[in-house]
């Protein structure tokens, strides 16, 4: 489910993108942000389990909330960031999505010893 999501947000962006490009008025094949989706959307199944999984309970527990970070992350994609690959691009997002909201985030305070990765496990420090 989570791949559809990104697929879909990472086509919608892409189509942005192209709306946009008129007013950058760069030379035609020049902007970094087609080169980063492109690469994404080449590589989005490819994306760890653990990845997938830590993605896919953000979005079941907050829907809303999942989708304003994925949209702002994808609006970042070609000026603040750039992604290598899917995979670079959704350690961003559990990371931008773990900072978003301390109250998604509780149980791992409750229960720090969870062996299993998700959305909420605290960073390593």
């Keep these: 489910m989570v791949l559809d999501v990104l697929k879909n947000r990472f086509r919608e962006a892409k189509y942005d993108l192209w709306q946009g490009y008129a007013l950058l008025d760069l030379p035609d094949g020049e902007d970094p942000r087609d080169d980063c989706f492109k690469k994404m959307d080449e590589t989005v199944d490819i994306i760890p389990a653990t990845l997938r999984e ?3 309970q953000f979005l079941a527990f907050n ?3 999942f989708d304003i970070i994925l949209k702002n992350l994808c609006e970042d994609v070609g000026w603040d960031f750039f992604p290598e690959d899917a995979i670079v691009f959704v350690e961003m997002l ?3 999505l773990r900072e978003s ?3 998604t985030c ?3 305070r ?3 010893e969870a062996d299993k990765l998700n959305f909420c496990d ?3 420090t």
Excluded: L
Aim: proline content about 19%; cysteine-free; hydrophobic content about 20%.
């Design 122 to 124: 605290p960073p390593n």
């Design 106 to 108: 509780q149980h791992w």
């Design 101 to 103: 909201s301390p109250e």
């Design 94 to 96: 559990i990371g931008r």
């Design 110 to 112: 409750i229960e720090p």
């Design 63 to 65: 829907s809303g909330r």
């Design 54 to 56: 830590s993605a896919e």
